[in-house]
């Protein structure tokens, strides 16, 4: 996909870098194109924009390691991977988590993880 986007989701980055590269690696995505402001990433299914968060409002707050889940918050994202264990591995390798429970769902298998900054997300895997 190389021009708009007809679905995506931003996520805000207190370290754009890392971030980017974890969803970039964990997700097989590409980078259109980034500056020091915000990445966008893109696969045949969707992009992902991530934008730094200001300096005055990143400086109030720090980022564990590993990350404190950030579970006061109203949305939850999904992905979908061609392999879950590949997947696992990237993430724990990355700074993130995945929890150990596994749901099925109709068609496809279902994990909780947490990226490098706290965020909690979903990866599912067509079986």
Request: charged content about 20%.
């Amino acid at each position: 996909m190389s021009g708009p986007a007809r679905f995506g989701a931003l996520i805000y980055a207190k370290d754009l870098a890392r971030l980017s590269d974890f969803y970039r690696l964990v997700l097989d995505m590409r980078l259109l194109k980034g500056n020091e402001d915000l990445h966008v990433l893109a696969s045949a299914d969707a992009q992902l924009l991530i934008h730094a968060i200001p300096e005055h409002i990143a400086s109030t707050f720090t980022i564990s390691t590993p990350p404190v889940p950030r579970e006061d918050v109203a949305l939850k994202l999904f992905f979908s991977v061609p392999n879950m264990r590949d997947a696992i591995a990237t993430i724990s390798r990355l700074g993130g988590s995945v929890w150990p429970e596994e749901w099925r769902g109709p068609g496809f298998n279902v994990r909780n993880a947490v990226d490098p900054e706290g965020n909690i997300f979903q990866i599912r895997e067509f079986v």
